[in-house]
């Protein structure tokens, strides 16, 4: 069945993809004319807009320490995330913050236990009676495993023992085995310990008398090298309570099916009759597995020969023979844990009555196809300009067919906890968004028991999302933003132009002994000038895979080989159908010139030069570029870019997503400078509007060309249709003028203080409230008052009236930002987020760029009482603590986590920091 990525309607692509749909798929296969058209109109997704529906919330992972939980506070919670406009939570049991206390009611419950199990059946109880969506973690921690898993069927691994031989010596000693190892083989030759030519070796026999190999004679300095199915010894990271123990072994079905039985079905027994949406597998993470147990016989049965006379040669040879040995050996582990960890997974999920939702990458082995046996891809990684695990995700769903992609979203935003602010929230967001994400999975919400001192627990390596955080008064606001584009990302099908082709079959062949990840690989071939260069022409890309393209054939306009060396003949012969029916094929640095493995290595190696010579040679459409800085110019003569900003304006990212009577941009600007560009879309229909992503509305606006203003990270809907929206008149505030003044003398009160200590006072000038000693550690809400008295000559005539608040200041990046986490490298001219309330009608928030509000409506001749309640973060309150001290806890579990970046914390700029005016646009 095709299941390939859908495009618009233009002809020369309708006959692309129907053409390989009958070439590479079978003539049952649906036209490209049926799979485009979209079932969603765009007149019902703008009513949707206004209010999308509730599946598409971001959700939280909500982190229980210990599990120190209780049912009280467990509602509290899950109310409190409804109340901010969460849509669920995925339960992730964790490491314990506090030893059992009876004083302060806390208690560890152990995991899988009956009181356990009975909070996690309450909390399921209660998100359903409120609409809300619960998803379990099948196991604590991760990567899968825990207290039942012998070390037998733990994660396991290829250990290697070289030991010198003394001259004359007929035998040596068998390394001592420890539990759960095992001796595979035996070789020996020239050479010592520290080196050898894995040439060299011979086989021997590993029959042991009396715990000696016995060894031919020889003369000269000697080797034996022994070869030991052995186990990585990796724990379960951030285990709760009782939930320690070795990780299983994902290459192990058996290990795979006791964790099911073990862990999974004491799970959903506590979910009753309403079964999570979804069951989660965090990270793989499983360090160092390489091996298992029947590994070598199920080699031979997948590749056609004995691995075990080459076991020097995968180890440590240095030639093209030891290149394919090990992409025969990766290959063998990829086929494992499809078959033996991710679809058992997913069927016992489905025969449960609920979803598998895996992320898929990292270690051991997996590949982007292999996204394809799960029903709920999942990524993370904001990295949109460069590889990421979240492309790897959403390329995979848009291959296989699935319409929705989570992203583990924020993990170490502005890290330390309780740093990241709501415009970090936006930053990072924007980014999953570029790369097609459309269901965000916060990272995250830490439960916090009452009495606990504020800001409350936290996770070690995430921002926090809970009503702790003072900013929480603007959540409802930025979810809002998050819900919104997130269903729009849903409607229609994806319409990147541009397929990588990930080269896999090179990627085996550089595994080496506990590093063993396709994905991980990657970033060498799919490097971040190759994607620079892709994005930049003005053209968004999904990757694929040999699997892929076998599968559901290529149905892209333009597909890019970057640096391929290994590919089979199969999948050479696949592209060069996709080429002879239009398709456009640019090869970076090289051609494929190799077999990928190593049975019949030469015949095929001369086959694959042979269609690579007939692809490349003499075809309009395909064609070489010796680097990835001649990428660019190379796509332009391919096609007509999708969407081009003059000046480049590299930082602004897009996606795009076509309906059969609409085409939907969403455009974000990623850097902390003001944008101004003119915009040329490819896109070509009647009508072109504007959609605010904050408030639902829809604005009309000028064809073609499209003049693009955009403040630091700020982001854009850009609607081409047939049929014009419903819209409203947009008001060009650029042309703003000054209306009043509001800087000075407001009335300042802290919320949660104690009004004889620290009373109301004014404030004479903009500034910190930490520059009161009094204040310095206060994390909280201060709210400004101010009458105000407008005449109607202010009023008369103005199409706009806004609050302003100023522009923030671009700051640079600092060696503290971790590579894998993001901060708006912004600061807020109001810190950090405000509501808005005037003549007692809460008017908006303020919280992102442009700081600005629109108060037109609000706003009356004569008097005008004004309030604003400015949050900080809870930083300021943490610094002023004392660090916690962990060390009886560690004596207890051991330690299982460290807190990040938690020395010299210092109290953050808070309050409205800049000017307050009122601007009209008339």
């Known amino acids: 069945m095709l299941l390939g990525r859908m495009w618009n309607g233009r002809k020369r692509r309708c006959a692309l993809v129907t053409a390989l749909s009958l070439a590479l798929v079978s003539t049952a296969a649906l036209s490209q004319e049926e799979t485009t058209v979209g079932r969603e109109k765009i007149a019902a997704v703008q009513r949707d807009f206004v209010h999308p529906p509730d599946d598409a919330r971001v959700l939280m992972r909500w ?124 070789f020996a030759g020239p050479g010592s310990a520290k080196q050898y030519d894995a040439g060299n070796l011979k086989m021997l026999s590993s029959k042991a008398n009396d715990g000696r190999i016995e060894l031919a004679a020889g003369a000269g300095p000697r080797v034996v090298v022994f070869y030991i199915a052995s186990r990585t010894g990796q724990q379960v990271k951030r285990a709760a309570v009782d939930a320690n123990g070795f990780v299983l072994d994902h290459f192990n079905r058996a290990a795979v099916e006791d964790h099911l039985h073990t862990v999974g079905e004491p799970l959903m027994q506590a979910f009753g009759d309403t079964p999570p949406y979804s069951v989660f597998s965090d990270s793989l993470e499983v360090y160092g597995a390489d091996w298992t147990g029947d590994l070598l016989p ?71 196809s292999s996204n394809s046996l799960v029903t709920l891809p999942e990524g993370e990684g904001p990295q949109w300009n460069r590889f990421s695990y979240t492309r790897w995700a959403t390329s995979a769903s848009h291959l296989y067919g699935r319409p929705v992609t989570s ?58 999302f809970n009503d702790h955080n003072p900013w929480w008064i603007v959540m409802p606001d930025v979810t809002g933003y998050l819900q919104r584009v997130s269903y729009l990302l849903r409607q229609g099908k994806p319409a990147n132009d541009i397929a990588v082709l990930l080269p896999n079959d090179d990627a085996y062949s550089e595994f080496k002994l506990g590093k063993v990840s396709l994905s991980d690989n990657m970033p060498k071939y799919v490097t971040p000038e190759l994607m620079q260069q892709i994005l930049g022409a003005g053209y968004n890309v999904d990757y694929i895979d040999a699997e892929a393209i076998k599968s559901v054939g290529i149905t892209y306009p333009v597909l890019i080989l970057p640096h391929v060396e290994r590919l089979s003949p199969e999948t050479l012969k696949a592209i060069a159908a996709y080429s002879r029916h239009g398709g456009k094929v640019i090869a970076v640095g090289s051609v494929p010139s190799r077999a990928p493995g190593f049975a019949n290595a030469a015949a095929i190696t001369d086959e694959v030069k042979q269609l690579s010579q007939a692809l490349f040679a003499k075809n309009p459409n395909a064609r070489v570029v010796s680097s990835e ?22 930082v602004v990212g897009f996606l795009h997503r076509k309906l059969s009577d609409a085409d939907v941009y969403f455009l974000a600007n990623t850097s902390n400078q003001e944008i101004h560009a003119t915009a040329s879309f490819r896109a070509s229909r009647k009508a072109v509007s504007s959609w605010d992503p904050f408030s639902g509305s ?19 809907v850009i609607v081409f249709s047939d049929v014009p929206a419903d819209h409203e008149q947009l008001v060009h505030q650029s042309a703003a003028t ?77 060696p503290d930002i971790r590579s894998n986490g993001t901060r708006a490298l912004l600061e807020s001219p109001i810190r950090e987020a405000a509501v808005i309330v005037i003549n007692g009608q809460r008017v908006g928030s303020v919280w992102r760029p ?73």
């Open 63 to 186: 982190w229980w320490f210990g599990p120190a939980v209780t049912k009280p506070e467990l509602q509290r919670e899950i109310l409190a995330m409804k109340s901010g406009g969460i849509g669920g939570f995925e339960i992730q049991p964790v490491y314990a913050l506090a030893l059992d206390d009876p004083q302060k009611n806390i208690r560890n419950l152990p995991y899988l236990s009956k009181d356990f199990l009975d909070a996690v059946s309450f909390a399921s109880k209660t998100a359903h009676e409120n609409g809300m969506r619960v998803d379990m973690t099948l196991a604590s921690g991760w990567p899968y495993g825990g207290k039942h898993v012998p070390v037998e069927e733990a994660s396991a691994r290829l250990r290697v023992v070289a030991s010198d031989v003394a001259s004359g010596d007929a035998s040596s000693p068998v390394p001592v085995m420890k539990d759960g190892e095992s001796l595979v083989a035996v």
């Open 629 to 650: 800085s001649d990428l660019g110019a190379a796509l332009h003569e391919a096609l007509t870019p999708d969407l081009q900003l003059s000046g480049g304006a590299s």
């Open 298 to 368: 199920e080699f031979q049965r997948r590749r056609g020969y004995d691995l075990t006379p080459h076991l020097p040669e995968l180890v440590s040879g240095t030639d093209e023979v030891s290149s394919e040995l090990r992409h025969d050996w990766g290959l063998t582990l990829t086929e494992l844990i499809d078959e033996r960890y991710l679809t058992p997974v997913n069927d016992w999920a489905i025969a449960h009555h609920t979803r598998f939702r895996s992320q898929t990458y990292g270690d051991p082995a997996v590949s982007l």
């Open 407 to 464: 992203t583990e979203t924020w993990t170490w935003l502005h890290s330390p906890v309780f740093r990241a602010t709501p415009l970090d929230m936006k930053a990072e967001a924007d980014c999953f968004f570029l790369e097609g994400s459309n269901q965000l999975i916060g990272h995250g919400w830490p439960y916090s028991p009452p009495g606990v001192a504020e800001p409350g627990w936290a996770f070690y390596a995430a921002a926090v």
């Open 698 to 716: 829809v604005y009309a606006v000028d064809m073609k060309p499209m003049e693009l203003n955009l403040a630091p990270y700020e982001s854009r």
């Open 850 to 922: 442009p700081y600005r509000l629109d108060v037109m409506g609000a706003l009356k001749p004569g008097e005008n009482r004004i309030e604003i309640s400015v949050a900080n973060t809870g930083t300021n309150a943490l610094a002023g603590l004392a660090p916690a001290d962990y060390s009886a806890l560690n004596a207890q579990y051991g330690v299982r986590f460290t807190p990040q970046n938690m020395d010299h914390l210092e109290p953050l700029p808070s309050g409205i920091l800049s000017g307050v005016q009122l601007l009209e646009a008339k």
């Open 738 to 814: 000054l209306v009043a003044n509001w800087s000075h003398d407001w009335k300042v009160s802290f919320e949660g203080r104690d009004q004889t200590v620290f009373p109301e006072r004014t404030l004479h000038e903009p500034s910190s409230w930490t520059e009161d000693p009094a204040l310095r550690f206060f994390s909280g809400v201060a709210v400004y008052t101010k009458t105000v008295t407008l005449s109607a000559s202010d009023l008369a005539g103005a199409k706009s009236l806004v609050l302003d608040f100023g522009k923030g200041t671009a700051t640079a990046p600092t």
